[in-house]
């Protein structure tokens, strides 16, 4: 309990004039918030909050501005719940005297005191209805009942009371907010005398549970080089948002050879021209099939991800060289989630660009880097904690990236669907491990965004290994599969960097006669479908049907079962590729974890003289024991090479649209590892969904 804090003269004075006027306008919900970072936590803009790091002293200013005159609660929980949240509660009682408590959740009941209060109430004072609180905390107060506050998704919970009575709150009066409240601050941007470009697509969702709806648009004609300098997602009321799972705008290209121009291509099918677009990759579209021609990725946005802007001497070109002058062609590839398969809704999406003829210093690149999304990402069922990966091998960076010095990643959007508990992008030279260049281990998938980093230097050569952790206990027993559905699964990550390079995705994954013979399947083919082609079991009989709801019939999850595959899909040797945007592309035919990698190990600011270190160990040291026959144990307990022990060369691919509507390809029977090039023909044998050289974003 403490007697009313006064912050300062000004703002008395500011709460004697909103009294003035309090009944005669109305008040803006954040005309008491002076922080630059600031979020609306709930729907009806009652209750604001602002923060502030302090880099030198670890120290978080947080700034809360609720409709009450009551309590108000601002709660760190690791699951979005009362259970094992680090809340404060503070308020003004009406005699003018201040409170705040420091309280530790307990589940649906009134919160404990923490003896150990590290919240410290700052001030508090109410007018016109309205609380305002300054407070603060470390990030790591290293008490065992607080809530570490990292640069990674910090999920916030709130409540407040009509009373100063600390009861229950009723279910209007409280909420949950996913914020990233330390990191790099999202690079200013002064909209006035930018350029704006809009692409939207106004049509009906279609009432299935997931669709990827594809559309064309023009963009603007420069005939000198600009710099686009910032992305925005355009989305017109709640059920756009509610239903838009995620976008990816993408450049169109035609190859070299081509006897057409991009008008003859394109400029019949464009929202411009009158056609709305259609269903991604659908073998019975009335239409050419254009998405073969637009392949690179140029913004991804995803649920709940905000503007994203360039640093102040970056931006992306537009209009130099050959494109001078012409009229550029643009897809739009919307991922629609519809669960409970709605019909008749009909709302606007798209994105809009900043760009400006101030060109700045460097030119920018977007980078896709993880596993490949097709059945090989498989998650057994009933898990937690399971961890696979893909990576970017050193070939691919030496090949791909050619300034000596290397390229400057700014920016990582880190991506997985409704499994994914935990994402990691790590970065290795050599053996040895450098700094995380992005991690989140409270990964929420309402909460994606792209997210501003220290810039972090990768040099020809380096590694990358993007690491995702799932859990699959909300499924009822069935696996989950990679693919488009959010309720499949993802393992990529975007990196936006600078100067830009040729290379646009890179990409690794277990090679499928391994993953195969994992489960002892025998036979499959695929089917064209709307979306792209679906895996079908044929041999083994007792699994046959889709892959994706007949592979939780394996008739062996067992505990040593999932741990070998486990280890077998993390840990054996992968295959790769990486593509430049022109279609070349370096096939890899081994990559994994460096051999004899040394750890990076972040600092721990609760021992005194921590600093970040290295360690010199296996993460783990011998593969699980399983039973036979569906699986057997790796020959080898090391990690293989870094770099690839036969010769990687160099292609030319066009992408084409698959003319036979299913192929069939038998496995080999032998449950031994299928390295190299045999394996990677036959995986590419059975369709694009899970060809070595191709993949679905998102």
């Given at each position: 309990?403490?007697k009313l804090?006064?912050?300062?003269?000004?703002?008395?004075?500011?709460?004697?004039i909103?009294a003035?006027?309090?009944?005669?306008?109305?008040?803006?919900p954040t005309?008491l918030?002076?922080?630059?970072?600031r979020?609306?936590?709930?729907?009806?803009?009652?209750?604001?909050l602002?923060?502030?790091?302090?880099?030198?002293t670890?120290?978080?200013?947080?700034?809360?501005?609720v409709e009450?005159?009551?309590?108000?609660g601002?709660?760190?929980s690791?699951?979005?719940?009362?259970?094992g949240?680090?809340?404060?509660?503070?308020?003004?009682?009406?005699?003018?005297?201040?409170?705040?408590m420091?309280?530790?959740?307990?589940g649906?009941?009134?919160?404990?005191?923490d003896?150990?209060?590290?919240w410290?109430?700052?001030?508090a004072?109410e007018?016109?209805g309205k609380?305002f609180l300054?407070?603060?905390r470390?990030?790591?107060?290293?008490?065992?009942?607080?809530y570490?506050?990292?640069?990674?998704?910090?999920r916030?919970?709130?409540?407040?009371?009509?009373?100063?009575?600390?009861?229950?709150?009723?279910?209007?009066?409280?909420?949950?907010?996913a914020?990233?409240?330390i990191?790099?601050?999202?690079p200013?941007?002064d909209?006035?005398?930018?350029?704006?470009?809009e692409m939207?697509?106004?049509?009906?969702m279609?009432?299935l549970?997931t669709t990827?709806?594809?559309?064309?648009?023009?963009?603007?004609?420069?005939v000198?080089?600009?710099h686009v300098?910032?992305f925005?997602a355009?989305?017109?009321?709640?059920a756009?948002?509610a239903?838009?799972h995620?976008?990816?705008?993408?450049?169109?290209?035609?190859p070299?050879?081509?006897?057409e121009t991009?008008?003859e291509v394109?400029?019949?099918y464009?929202?411009?021209?009158?056609?709305?677009?259609?269903?991604?990759?659908d073998?019975e579209?009335?239409?050419?099939?254009?998405?073969?021609?637009?392949?690179?990725d140029?913004?991804?946005?995803?649920k709940?991800?905000k503007?994203?802007?360039?640093?102040a001497?970056v931006?992306?070109?537009?209009?130099?060289?050959?494109?001078?002058?012409?009229?550029l062609?643009?897809?739009?590839?919307i991922?629609?989630?519809?669960?409970d398969?709605?019909?008749g809704l009909?709302f606007k999406?798209?994105?809009?660009?900043?760009?400006t003829?101030?060109?700045?210093?460097?030119?920018?690149?977007l980078?896709a880097v993880?596993?490949?999304?097709?059945?090989i990402?498989?998650?057994?069922?009933?898990?937690d904690?399971?961890?696979?990966m893909?990576?970017c091998d050193?070939s691919?960076?030496?090949?791909?990236?050619?300034?000596?010095?290397?390229?400057?990643i700014f920016?990582?959007?880190?991506?997985?669907?409704?499994?994914?508990?935990?994402?990691?992008?790590?970065?290795?030279?050599?053996?040895?491990?450098?700094?995380?260049i992005?991690?989140?281990?409270?990964?929420?998938?309402d909460?994606?965004?792209?997210?501003?980093?220290?810039g972090?230097?990768?040099l020809?050569?380096?590694?990358?290994?993007?690491?995702?952790?799932?859990?699959?206990?909300?499924?009822?027993n069935?696996?989950?599969v990679?693919?488009?559905?959010?309720?499949?699964e993802?393992?990529?990550t975007?990196?936006?960097?600078?100067?830009?390079?040729?290379m646009?995705?890179?990409?690794?994954?277990t090679p499928?006669?391994?993953?195969t013979?994992?489960?002892?399947?025998t036979r499959?083919?695929?089917?064209d479908a709307k979306?792209?082609?679906?895996?079908?079991?044929?041999?083994?009989?007792?699994m046959?049907?889709?892959y994706?709801?007949?592979?939780?019939?394996?008739n062996?999850?067992?505990?040593?079962?999932?741990e070998?595959y486990?280890?077998n899909?993390r840990?054996?040797?992968?295959?790769?590729?990486?593509?430049?945007?022109?279609?070349q592309?370096?096939?890899?035919?081994?990559t994994?974890?460096?051999?004899?990698?040394?750890k990076?190990v972040?600092k721990?600011?609760?021992?005194?003289g921590?600093?970040?270190t290295?360690?010199t160990?296996p993460?783990?040291?011998?593969?699980?024991?399983?039973?036979?026959p569906?699986t057997?144990?790796?020959?080898s307990?090391?990690?293989p090479?870094?770099?690839p022990t036969?010769?990687?060369?160099?292609?030319t691919?066009?992408?084409?649209?698959?003319?036979?509507?299913?192929t069939?390809?038998?496995?080999p029977?032998?449950?031994e590892?299928?390295?190299?090039?045999?394996?990677?023909?036959a995986?590419a044998k059975?369709?694009?969904?899970?060809?070595i050289?191709?993949?679905?974003?998102?």
């Open positions: 309990m403490g804090k006064t912050f300062s003269g000004t703002l008395l004075l500011i709460f004697a909103l003035d006027i309090a009944n005669s306008a109305q008040i803006s005309s918030i002076t922080f630059q970072n979020e609306q936590l709930d729907n009806e803009g009652k209750v604001w602002g923060w502030e790091f302090d880099n030198e670890d120290l978080i200013l947080f700034e809360m501005e009450t005159t009551g309590y108000v601002l709660g760190i690791p699951s979005s719940s009362m259970a949240a680090d809340i404060f509660i503070a308020g003004v009682f009406d005699n003018g005297t201040s409170y705040g420091d309280c530790i959740g307990i649906f009941t009134r919160p404990k005191p003896l150990h209060a590290d410290v109430l700052d001030g004072i007018a016109v609380t300054k407070f603060s470390l990030i790591n107060t290293c008490n065992d009942e607080d570490p506050i990292g640069v990674d998704t910090t916030l919970i709130w409540a407040y009371g009509d009373t100063d009575d600390i009861a229950y709150h009723t279910m209007a009066r409280r909420g949950a907010k914020v990233n409240l990191g790099t601050p999202i200013d941007l909209l006035e005398g930018l350029s704006k470009w939207t697509v106004d049509v009906e279609p009432s549970d990827y709806w594809c559309s064309y648009h023009k963009g603007p004609v420069l000198t080089k600009h300098v910032g925005d355009l989305l017109d009321n709640i756009a948002l239903h838009t995620h976008f990816i705008l993408k450049n169109c290209y035609l070299r050879n081509h006897n991009l008008d394109f400029g019949p464009t929202v411009d021209a009158g056609y709305d677009g259609g269903h991604c990759y073998p579209s009335t239409i050419p099939p254009l998405e073969q021609y637009c392949s690179q140029l913004f991804v946005w995803a709940g991800g503007i994203m802007t360039f640093p001497n931006g992306y070109p537009l209009g130099e060289g050959e494109n001078a002058g012409k009229q062609y643009y897809m739009l590839e991922h629609y989630d519809n669960p398969e709605v019909a009909k999406t798209g994105v809009q660009f900043y760009y003829d101030e060109i700045r210093q460097q030119d920018a690149g980078l993880g596993h490949m999304t097709n059945p990402l498989t998650i057994p069922p009933n898990v904690d399971f961890v696979l893909g990576q050193p691919c960076t030496e090949w791909g990236i050619k300034p000596e010095e290397g390229v400057t920016n990582a959007l880190l991506h997985a669907h409704i499994s994914g508990r935990k994402l990691k992008l790590r970065h290795f030279r050599g053996a040895v491990e450098l700094p995380w992005d991690y989140d281990d409270h990964y929420d998938f909460y994606q965004q792209n997210k501003p980093i220290p972090t230097q990768l020809p050569r380096d590694r990358l290994i993007y690491e995702c952790t799932y859990s699959s206990k909300w499924t009822d069935t696996a989950v990679g693919g488009m559905s959010s309720r499949e993802m393992c990529i975007f990196l936006w960097y600078y100067p830009r390079q040729d646009t995705q890179c990409f690794s994954q499928f006669a391994v993953h013979a994992d489960f002892g399947i499959v083919h695929d089917e979306g792209g082609p679906q895996m079908f079991i044929d041999e083994p009989a007792y046959a049907g889709q994706r709801y007949t592979i939780s019939l394996f062996n999850w067992t505990e040593s079962f999932v070998q486990q280890y899909h840990y054996l040797p992968h295959e790769g590729s990486c593509v430049q945007e022109d279609g592309y370096l096939i890899v035919d081994e994994s974890y460096p051999e004899g990698m040394i990076y972040p721990d600011v609760c021992e005194p921590s600093e970040p290295t360690v160990q993460e783990t040291t011998q593969s699980p024991t399983t039973q036979s569906t057997q144990s790796p020959t307990l090391t990690p090479q870094t770099a036969q010769p990687q060369t160099t292609m691919q066009q992408q084409t649209t698959p003319t036979q509507a299913s069939t390809v038998t496995l029977t032998s449950t590892p299928q390295g190299g090039v045999a394996s990677g023909i995986t059975i369709g694009s969904m899970v060809a050289l191709t993949y679905i974003v998102l």
